[in-house]
């Protein structure tokens, strides 16, 4: 069973950074891409980023290009985001998933169909 931990939500101002990590209990988390969805009420939930199980290719959603960053230490079975000039449109529930297909070589990491294991999701709240 898989299970995945998010933590490093809160509250912050606009123009503030805060870091996100997934944790996975498994080892075989290095072998999967780990993406980030966010999720507000009332909202379909949205791709924010994933990276490769490599770590040499990542994927980013237009709206938060240039101010978010996934990453990940395999070593630690973590993955990270790193979210800076955090906006109050960036208010929402983030959560991290697997996708499905170890060692997958393709490029569609944006589907949240596509993912079969989700954390619980950590709340990230932007105050004007």
């Known amino acids: 069973q898989v299970q995945l931990v998010e933590s490093g939500g809160g509250l912050v101002q606009a123009g503030d950074s805060l870091r996100l990590s997934c944790t996975a209990s498994v080892r075989t988390f290095t072998t999967y891409v780990i993406g980030w969805f966010r999720q507000t009420p009332g909202k379909e939930r949205e791709f924010v980023a994933a990276i490769k199980w490599s770590g040499r290719r990542s994927q980013y959603a237009d709206s938060i290009k240039d101010r978010f960053t996934i990453s990940r230490d395999n070593a630690e079975n973590t993955v990270y985001l790193q979210m800076n000039s955090l906006k109050p449109e960036d208010t929402a529930v983030y959560y991290c998933?697997?996708?499905?297909?170890?060692?997958?070589?393709?490029?569609?990491?944006?589907?949240?169909?596509?993912?079969?294991?989700w954390g619980q999701g950590t709340q990230v709240t932007v105050s004007a």
């Open positions: 998933a697997r996708r499905m297909t170890a060692y997958y070589s393709g490029t569609s990491y944006g589907l949240s169909s596509d993912y079969d294991y």
